[in-house]
């Protein structure tokens, strides 16, 4: 059996960082070696600087390390970032410069005119721009994974725009409380409420983040894919799992059941390569008129599978369905080792 | 002081049959005589026969009223129907035919070719379809409301198209768990969960009731309005108050001000005359960025006012916009009423 | 009409600041006329001042109303204190020394010796206690009301005591969301889970201040009374509303029938003078077996009442029974109010 | 590698057999080969019999099995009973008269004088009745275990008995909607709200089946432990896990560090045996304040250990603790499936 290969975990502490710190635990390929979080857990025992919020306890052996700083030194060459937005931007940059292959669920970089946002099943070609962006850092670089709902949003929207062409989208989200962190929303605002609105430029990010996905990247730089998003976001009453209500416009006409088979048919590169957190079937396509739930359907292939339902026809779109996103593991901390995995595969691990 | 009018109640024991008798109690024009509801209730009086499922309890003299059968003779002229929609088309036929005005909130002759679906602020032009039906009948007849979310949705719309004309409509709905009724939803499908799905065709109610409400009755029958609706509905573990995400393409360019100042300028009928439950001001417009949300703003104008949120620009429609309406007040019930308050102003009433 | 009395309102934009707001709308008695708060709010209108998290908006004439800080000079005779409990010691201090009335919901002063723990239908007499306190400050005092569950409990362990005593007592609370105030508790706590745990010693506060309530004032000093108290609190999702599952031994023996016909007849001072914020009936004794329910009840007498249900022979304590108390209402601002009425009541208002 | 043993499965479609079905999929020693349920079911495969209600699909190969009624013959000689209290009485007699080991999640016989009501940590010599009930039935024999919250409750007492003794118990339960089943209880019902009873003598389960599984089996006969308990139950919006709250009195002192030392080192013979689906520690005992919490402890060990939290000083009964049990899994049916791996240990399957 190969050695692991060591990494290291920034932001630790956080909501995402303990998702990393838990699909981490018994990963074939990598092992959890160094821990960073702000000055305020620094020095302390990780069981002791952070406050678990996910089922059970933390992994006995991570439980133990101390955690650092972001900006001390590092052994480990690759990095996985759950940093605050806050704080990512200028550390990620930081690290890429000191030779490091930064694995980020941040924000910050997603749309560097250098920095893959990438989806290993939807744009692996986008690693290209690793060339340039190499030669800018002098070798570390910056990889990013898309914002959470945009994960399920762009893997449901790829092979439709594959097989038929994509002209407009409209989305509605009903997205779970984790995804503001912890603790994130108020439980008043949560229980017995709907809250029509999330900031940060949620809208903004699920209109952008697809068509850069999409897109192209050619001659050294990155093209929007031709069509137009329009997204309005909600938080829910929900733990884990982002409910997108999509409404699709293909050029070509594509009828449901049409669809329903470029879906079901959709394999990309971690399929291939069967990469360890790879779902066998990217997307499950559901039949039963009531599915996707969050509650039934969110750890479909250990979370890592979105799944989408009532695929039908629309007057006015062409095509509507339900998309469902485990929003911490694909749509986050599972979406970032995902990648950097592909990168391992790849050769292209610093 | 004037006696008040007699009225009875149709699908008394049921959760919208509730509702009536919960707002009935001290009416200023109507008072609970009658209830009915199915042989099983028959002969109890109403506070053995109803599970009350509303906070406190049902009002005193009400409690006390025994409750009869749908089919037996009625004393009252104007009846309240909140039967379910596997009896209503029947029974309110037969009673109409009796001479009775039923208000309706059954979807069952919601597009009867003669049949008002009336929202008083919006369409009271179409009680012209009451001549029409009483010849049919003889004297009797039935006056519908639309279905809950499409009341919110048509009260939203109908000052934009007054002020620019609709083109296309996409509405996505997260629905309180009170619009299934009780038992309804199961707890185990409410709890940490979405159902993107709502059986009785409550997509395609959505798609057509608002375009029959914003149509026009004229030559003796009703001309669906001209413009494409497309709905996505959800149900979401919320007690009352239906959320709406609306995306609306206008015939002339609206901008969000524009728009803003048509849905505060909004008044009908119901203003005008003054009727007992009208809300001051049919729509709300909030202008905070996290509203409206259901359990703060549900209860705007005891459940009578729709709030409108987040009016913006849209990049695919035009404009984007929430709404809220209270399902089983506005939504219902307090529709109904509102209905008969007006059709008593008008001196329709047998 | 006579004049209302200006009251000023101590950390009116927190949680029980708003609720205070809210109920003193329209008071017949009371008139806010002064608001303050930290330094954060002070000079701000309170509209801007305060994100109001209770359904509808605050009273238009309070919305405009400056802020203040806590320790500029008041106009208002009385004040009535929401502060939080890191302040009200020492705030709540100096303004009785500066001769107001200060009723108050903190928890600071609620066991000091010459300090009333009021509940005023329980220990009216405890007001003697003001005579010493009033000789110490020179004429200014404060008054306090029991910690939210605490009103639940002692006032369903009132009339039990009266008729039977009290031997000792078990309680476990199953308690409301806002009840920790805002934000409070995260919502990744609250949805599909129970939190054993509430802080600020809410256990101890359950097992002594019943005793202090239920004790006497003689002799120029408070006595608790001779009973055990012991109990194990819960946070479950629930908006409002306090549960508690309370067993009880009785110091005669008491069998289920005698226990509520002693807890129907209860009636106490503010229920003989007509009290503006009092109940008809402080307890509601309820016969259904699945009651009191937080959503059903809990707005009894616009949240005045308590509710007591599933009143039974108990093998081991003799009596178990379920109360109900609105945790923000009855149980904290609606208290001190009731308080402030009877304080003027007895002409004891400075 | 050994051939498995074939089993039956006894209201397979139900919230309980669907666990049985989940719980039994790659078991070592147990393989799912018949399926029965009510005569609606009967004739279809399971896959279009049953909604299945849990996360994911049924196991592919159990989902193509026809399901049978339960009065026809089966194969397998060891059945695990699912089964609604309402049939469970007569059907369960009827295959033990045949001669098959009835592993049964039902109430019906639960305190018959020669049944075991088994927890295999706790009473395994209660197994000692089945020579009593094997000669009455001529060979096959109905083995139970308790109800939900019981496992939990009984766990938790077990180690404290053995230690210290135990005089008196109080215990109110926040109890998981899984238990009520499906549909279960009503949507309206849950959010935003508490239910203080629980239907089919929930209570008196409480009050009686621990003294049973607590007490001996001698003389041919079961006697009851010498202890009261006295319960009050609850439903919570909480989808898995039931919740306990325990006051409890010894016979000798013993404070809370050596309850805990108790409760820790507590193991009983399906760890000595390794039983395959034994929990390496029964009882998991948690330091954290605001522990356990469903949500979060719940599948603790694959939801086989109960944890225990709080364990403190009580000034009335001497000790009091929080424990935590899931309920589908140890409350029902993984405690049949860890009886039946005791049951095969000891070479009692027929």
């Known amino acids: 059996m190969a050695t692991k290969i060591d990494v290291g975990v920034l932001g630790a502490t956080g909501a995402v960082g303990q998702r990393f710190v838990q699909l981490l635990d018994g990963h074939p390929l990598f092992r959890v070696a160094e821990l960073a979080a702000s000055d305020r857990s620094a020095g302390k025992p990780y069981r002791e600087a952070c406050t678990w919020r996910l089922p059970g306890q933390p992994p006995r052996d991570v439980a133990e390390?101390?955690?650092?700083?972001?900006?001390?030194?590092?052994?480990?060459?690759?990095?996985?970032?759950?940093?605050?937005?806050?704080?990512?931007?200028?550390?990620?940059?930081?690290?890429?410069?000191?030779?490091?292959?930064?694995?980020?669920?941040?924000?910050?970089?997603?749309?560097?005119?250098?920095?893959?946002?990438?989806?290993?099943?939807?744009?692996?070609?986008?690693?290209?721009?690793?060339?340039?962006?190499?030669?800018?850092?002098?070798?570390?670089?910056?990889?990013?994974n898309p914002n959470c709902g945009v994960v399920g949003l762009a893997l449901a929207l790829a092979p439709l725009q594959a097989a038929f062409g994509l002209e407009a989208v409209a989305v509605v989200t009903l997205q779970a409380l984790s995804g503001a962190g912890y603790p994130g929303v108020a439980s008043l605002d949560a229980v017995d409420n709907v809250i029509p609105y999330i900031g940060g430029g949620e809208e903004e990010k699920l209109e952008l983040e697809p068509r850069r996905i999409l897109g192209r990247f050619a001659d050294?730089?990155?093209?929007?894919?031709?069509?137009?998003?329009?997204?309005?976001?909600?938080?829910?009453?929900?733990?884990?799992?982002?409910?997108?209500?999509?409404?699709?416009?293909?050029?070509?006409?594509?009828?449901?059941?049409?669809?329903?088979?470029?879906?079901?048919?959709?394999?990309?590169?971690?399929q291939e390569r069967r990469l360890p957190s790879a779902p066998e079937r990217p997307l499950h396509v559901l039949f039963e008129p009531d599915r996707p739930q969050p509650r039934l359907d969110r750890e479909r292939e250990g979370g890592m599978a979105v799944s989408v339902g009532r695929v039908r026809a629309d007057g006015l779109f062409g095509l509507k369905l339900e998309a469902l996103v485990h929003n911490t593991i694909r749509g986050a901390a599972g979406a970032a080792i995902l990648n950097a995995e592909l990168l391992h595969a790849r050769g292209l691990l610093p």
Not at 131 to 143: L, P
């Open 220 to 270: 050294g730089r990155f093209e929007l894919a031709d069509f137009a998003v329009s997204a309005s976001v909600h938080r829910v009453a929900v733990t884990d799992g982002h409910t997108l209500a999509v409404f699709v416009r293909t050029r070509q006409r594509a009828d449901p059941d049409e669809a329903v088979r470029a879906l079901q048919a959709f394999r990309g590169e971690p």
């Open 65 to 144: 390390l101390t955690v650092g700083t972001c900006d001390a030194p590092f052994r480990s060459r690759l990095l996985f970032s759950g940093l605050d937005s806050s704080v990512a931007g200028e550390v990620e940059d930081l690290l890429a410069a000191r030779g490091h292959a930064v694995v980020s669920n941040a924000r910050n970089h997603r749309l560097d005119p250098d920095v893959p946002l990438l989806i290993p099943e939807v744009n692996p070609r986008h690693l290209d721009a690793l060339d340039v962006q190499r030669r800018r850092t002098g070798g570390g670089y910056i990889v990013t």
